[in-house]
């Protein structure tokens, strides 16, 4: 199952939306004709990475452009920089140096992050490496301190740092306000990465509805309605993003043994061994999805690690003449908790996220890639490679079944 984790793009329905006259698109089903928005009223609902990414684009060409925001969430700046010819070369003349430290580090992008805590630090060096951090890195800036997401007080600095940045951005008090994410950890729910998406709303013909407080009620034929007013529109993006981790695998119906479908046997969540196979279903290999690091890493990585796992478990079983392998359910158990008991030393289950199932409505309510980092997820593999496939079950499939 090579499916992908963000492939199932998620479209709530509103009221109406039948009767809209104008263009209607979504971020993940992008048409491959150039769309016009030169002159035009347009909506964007959402403001995850792509409704953060496209506003500030669409802000410059339409006339008029509102953002229908539900829950602020943090954003970093992508830092875009020139690269000299020079640059380009020597990060070129790099790469095994630069694959060998990404697949090496925690995360997978290759930051290694500070090995102090960020309270270790005096404010005024701590303000430095944020800074620098913040200029600099990108997602990185989530790495500035290894604890940023491990301990709460030191997560409520950077807190206080990314709202002070926000608020040098965004010039209505109102606005900034509304801007500013509130009640959960900084980095519990995936940043973004954006380039002047706050410095957007400065502008004149951008505006912030806030459907938290006012939510859509139906679309007409000229727009949106909400609880406060109607809102006239030419175009109407949903950047409303995916079903996440298990929409995109449970979409086919996979049939195990005794007819459990893969949907009833994780009807409480994604029970499996390494995020990699789960009992009921030999046979059945899952790439990059939960209870594997997937989503919490560099998902290019992450994928080697288990194609190279796959790819030697198979050689052997082939090299014995064994036909079927499947996890041990023991084990499933004990991975299951293991990835929960890692989620419960992170900042993480403190915030509503589609790490924790809450994108969809009716989604078990758990924890769902492994937080344990790439590189300790990888001893991991080779642990039970080494162990002779340990936790997993491998046998001869008589010839007479």
């Known amino acids: 199952m090579a499916v992908g984790q963000l492939s199932k793009p998620k479209k709530p329905d509103f009221p109406g939306e039948a009767h809209f006259q104008g263009e209607v698109y979504h971020s993940a089903l992008w048409p491959h004709h150039p769309v016009d928005f030169i002159g035009k009223r347009v909506g ?51 790469y095994p ?120 009620v139906e679309f007409t034929a000229n727009g949106i309605r909400t609880k406060a007013g109607e809102y006239p529109l030419d175009m109407i993006i949903f950047a409303t993003g995916f079903d ?36 009921g279903f030999p046979n059945l290999f899952i790439m990059v999805g939960p209870g594997s690091p997937s989503l919490l890493s560099n998902v290019l990585v992450s994928t080697e690690d288990h194609a190279d796992f796959i790819r030697d478990m198979i050689t052997d079983m082939n090299a014995r003449d064994l036909d079927e392998v499947e996890a041990r359910p023991d084990a499933e158990q004990k991975w299951v908790q293991h990835v929960n008991e890692r ?14 199932g809450d994108e969809v409505p009716g989604k078990p309510h758990v924890f769902m890639p492994y937080s344990g980092g790439v590189r300790g997820y990888r001893r991991i593999l080779h642990k039970v490679m080494a162990n002779q496939w340990e936790g997993f079950d491998m046998r001869k499939v008589d010839d007479a079944n």
């Not at 298990?246 to 043994?257: D, E, V, Y």
């Not at 459990?260 to 994780?266: I, P, Q």
């Not at 030393?345 to 589609?354: C, F, G, I, N």
């Open 44 to 94: 964007i609902i959402g403001t995850g990475s792509s409704g953060v990414q496209m506003t500030p684009v669409i802000a410059e060409k339409a006339a008029h452009l509102c953002v229908f925001q539900r829950t602020a969430n943090y954003s970093i700046p992508a830092c875009h920089a020139h690269i000299s010819d020079a640059e380009d070369a020597a990060i070129k003349a790099g």
């Open 343 to 356: 989620s419960q030393e992170t900042l993480y289950p403190k915030a509503r996220s589609y790490y924790m």
């Open 244 to 279: 996440v981790f298990t929409g995109s695998i449970l979409a086919p119906a996979i049939i195990g043994r005794g007819g459990v479908t893969l949907r009833e046997k994780w009807s409480d969540g994604p029970a499996n061994y390494l995020g990699l196979s789960t009992t």
């Open 97 to 216: 140096a630069r694959r060998e430290q990404a697949r090496n580090s925690p995360s997978g992008l290759g930051f290694i992050p500070n090995k102090k805590s960020l309270l270790e630090d005096p404010p005024d060096v701590r303000e430095q490496v944020l800074e620098r951090a913040w200029n600099r890195l990108g997602f990185g800036f989530a790495l500035a301190y290894h604890d940023i997401l491990l301990n709460e007080e030191a997560n409520d600095r950077v807190v206080e740092f990314v709202h002070r940045k926000i608020a040098e951005k965004v010039h209505d008090p109102v606005v900034r306000e509304k801007l500013t994410p509130r009640g959960f950890p900084f980095g519990a729910m995936r940043p973004s990465v954006d380039h002047r998406f706050y410095e957007a709303f400065n502008r004149d013909n951008v505006e912030l509805v806030d459907i938290k407080e006012h939510p859509i």
